[in-house]
């Protein structure tokens, strides 16, 4: 089965992330397509969601005023993966930690915005991540930090702080995965956490 991928496009590596998403399907022998989602009504024929970085109070004005918010949350309710890395984990918090980002509360964490200091506004960071073999080259660029964690599992943590978290099937990131070839949290968030993302997968297997 041909798969759909939206990726939420008012700003940030659209480009990026859907070519991430191609190589990380393609390494599945998956078809899939992309699509960009600047308007609600293409969400709900989506399999997957990525919701890029960028700025996350511009991300987030978008996805309200589109009545794109309601969509993302019924895909995720539904059981359906989602990625949302830097500006689009702080939309996908349960608290930014400023009252211009309307959070959407998909992930459990309250976060800090650029909360990586200002010499270190960008850089790489070779990251021990659950459920990869080999470090992940995570590029940060005015990074998030999360600060707690709820009900969300920390993934990975960059300076003793969480930067990598799942909870069902929403995966969030503080870095950038769509910047390096290296498609491995793609395809972590996409095509390796069936069963923990389906409830009752596994029992009716
Ligand atoms: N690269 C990014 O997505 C940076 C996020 C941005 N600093 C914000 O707070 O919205």
């Known amino acids: 089965m041909s798969l759909t991928a939206g990726v939420v496009a008012v700003q940030g590596d659209v480009e990026e992330h859907a070519a991430a998403i191609e190589r990380a399907a393609a390494a599945r022998d998956r078809e899939v397509t992309v699509r960009e989602i600047r308007e ?3 969400i709900p024929d989506c399999d997957l969601l990525a919701m890029p970085g960028g700025e996350s109070t511009t991300i987030s004005r978008l996805v309200r005023d589109e009545e794109i918010a ?3 949350r019924a895909h995720v309710a539904a059981g359906k993966p989602l990625l949302a890395t830097c500006a689009g984990l702080i939309v996908a918090s349960s608290d930014p930690n400023d ?8 992930l459990d964490v309250s976060v800090e915005r650029n909360a990586f200091g200002r010499q270190k506004d960008s850089f790489e960071a070779p990251l021990e991540v659950d459920g990869l073999d080999e470090p992940y080259p995570a590029v940060f660029i005015r990074a998030p930090a999360i600060d707690s964690v709820g009900d969300a599992e920390v ?3 960059w300076d003793d702080r969480p930067v990598a978290v799942r909870q069902g099937p929403v995966v969030g990131t503080s870095f950038h995965p769509e910047l390096t070839p290296d498609s491995r949290i793609h395809s972590l968030a996409f095509f390796e956490n069936e069963a923990a ?3 009752g997968l596994e029992e009716s297997r």
């Open 197 to 199: 993302r389906v409830p």
């Open 155 to 157: 993934l990975a943590a």
């Open 40 to 42: 609600s009504g293409l």
């Open 99 to 106: 009252d211009r980002v309307d959070q959407l509360g998909l």
């Open 70 to 72: 309601p969509e993302i």
